[in-house]
């Protein structure tokens, strides 16, 4: 019995067909199948959505053509602000703003520029360094929406650089 090139060829794309088979159905890899319903666990899930849950999360309401802003006193340098929240539908801008205490007639600095964020499938988290002392502002910035208010959940506060230790928080 002899095997041409292409008689080979098909009988180790059958062995690693069966190969690949074999191991799926053992580490229980299941192929979706067209016609047939998804398997559940391949399922987007929403498990990011706790910060509404949390009892020590702050409740923010900010009205359409507004905005909030959050002030922290940055006592040393090198602290670190923190925060992370979630807005319970919809979308918002968020940014940092940093001003100095002493001359009041300076222009804030804005550290993290306005950007829109989505907490829809998982809550926003992040930090920032702060190198300078004065006061660090968070600003939820909904003015860009004209009929819908919205609703964010968050957590915020500033660390010590020597201990990292909470010593201002919301």
Same mark, same amino acid.
């Not at 925060?83 to 550290?111: A, C, N, Q, T």
């Given at each position: 019995?002899?095997?041409?090139?292409?008689?080979? &060829?098909?009988? &180790?794309?059958?062995?690693?067909?069966?190969?690949?088979?074999?191991?799926?159905?053992?580490?229980?890899?299941?192929?979706?199948?067209?016609?047939?319903?998804?398997?559940?666990?391949?399922?987007?899930?929403?498990?990011?959505?706790?910060?509404?849950?949390?009892?020590?999360?702050?409740?923010?309401?900010?009205?359409?053509?507004?905005?909030? =802003?959050?002030?922290?006193?940055?006592? =040393?340098?090198?602290?670190?602000?923190?925060?992370?929240?979630?807005?319970?539908?919809?979308?918002?801008?968020?940014?940092?703003?940093?001003? =100095?205490?002493?001359?009041?007639?300076?222009?804030?600095? =804005?550290?993290?520029?306005?950007? &829109?964020?989505?907490?829809?499938?998982?809550?926003?988290?992040?930090?920032?360094?702060?190198?300078?002392?004065?006061?660090?502002?968070?600003?939820?910035?909904?003015?860009?929406?004209?009929?819908?208010?919205?609703?964010?959940?968050? &957590?915020?506060?500033?660390?010590?650089?020597?201990?990292?230790?909470?010593?201002?928080?919301?």
């Amino acid at each position: 019995m002899s095997l041409s090139p292409n008689g080979l &060829r098909n009988q &180790r794309v059958k062995t690693i067909i069966r190969f690949r088979s074999h191991n799926q159905v053992r580490q229980g890899y299941h192929k979706i199948q067209h016609g047939k319903p998804i398997p559940k666990r391949y399922y987007r899930q929403n498990g990011g959505k706790r910060l509404v849950l949390e009892p020590d999360a702050e409740k923010l309401s900010v009205m359409p053509f507004s905005k909030e =802003e959050i002030t922290f006193e940055v006592k =040393e340098a090198n602290s670190s602000i923190g925060w992370e929240f979630e807005i319970k539908k919809g979308d918002i801008d968020f940014s940092l703003i940093f001003r =100095e205490e002493i001359p009041e007639d300076l222009e804030p600095v =804005e550290l993290i520029p306005k950007q &829109r964020i989505d907490t829809s499938f998982e809550y926003e988290k992040g930090c920032f360094k702060c190198e300078k002392i004065g006061n660090y502002t968070m600003v939820f910035d909904n003015s860009y929406s004209w009929l819908l208010s919205k609703e964010v959940y968050y &957590r915020a506060g500033i660390r010590n650089p020597k201990n990292n230790e909470l010593y201002e928080s919301t």
